[in-house]
C-alpha cells in the first residue's frame, strides 16, 4: 500500500471514525514513510462499519478474511488491501476490540487516539504507547524490529524487542 493509497482510502472513508495502526500508524507518527507497507491497519468503530464496507466495496475491494469480531480485511485485485479492526467504544472515550482469547481483549485508552502525518496530511492515527502494546506476545518479524526502533528513537519509548 503506498502514502497515495492510503490517503485514497481514508478519503473513501470520510465520514466513518478510523484511526491508522500498524505500519502506517507508526509511519504516521513519525510523519515520513519509512519502509514499504502490504496493507493499511485502520481500527473503526463496530457501529461505523456498515459504511466503512460499503464505501470500500464501491471503490472495488472486497472482503477476502473474516475473523469477525476480531478482524476482517477487504483487499482489491490489484492487491491494495486494508486489515479491519472494529472497537466498541465506552462512554469515557476508551474502547476494545475483540481478541481470539475472550477473556483478554484488546483495550485503546481514550488518549490514545491521535493524529500523524502521511504525505504531508493529518490523519487519524494511534498513539506511539498504544502501537507498543500491539506489539507484544509474539515473536517479531523483521518489519516489527523496525518499527519498534523507529518509535524509540522518535519518542525516546521503552518497547520489549
Known sequence: MTA?????????LRG??????????????????TRPHRDLDLAHRADHEPRVIE????????????QRPVRFVMARP???????????????????????DPDEPFRYPADCF???????????????????AFHQGYEPAGH???DMALLRETFGIATHF
Open 4 to 12: 497515495d493509497g492510503a490517503l485514497a482510502v481514508l478519503t473513501l
Open 16 to 33: 466513518a471514525d478510523v484511526w491508522i495502526a500498524g505500519g502506517w500508524g507508526i509511519d504516521a507518527l513519525v510523519g515520513k514513510q
Open 55 to 66: 464505501a470500500l466495496a464501491a471503490a472495488g475491494f472486497t472482503e477476502t478474511l473474516d
Open 78 to 100: 490489484s492487491g491494495e488491501s486494508v486489515d479491519l479492526h472494529p472497537l466498541v467504544f465506552a462512554p469515557d472515550g476508551s474502547a476494545v476490540q475483540s481478541s481470539h
Open 114 to 132: 491521535t493524529a500523524g502525518t502521511i504525505g504531508g496530511e493529518r490523519v487519524p492515527c494511534l498513539s506511539a504507547a498504544q502501537q507498543v
Open 144 to 146: 516489527d524490529r523496525h
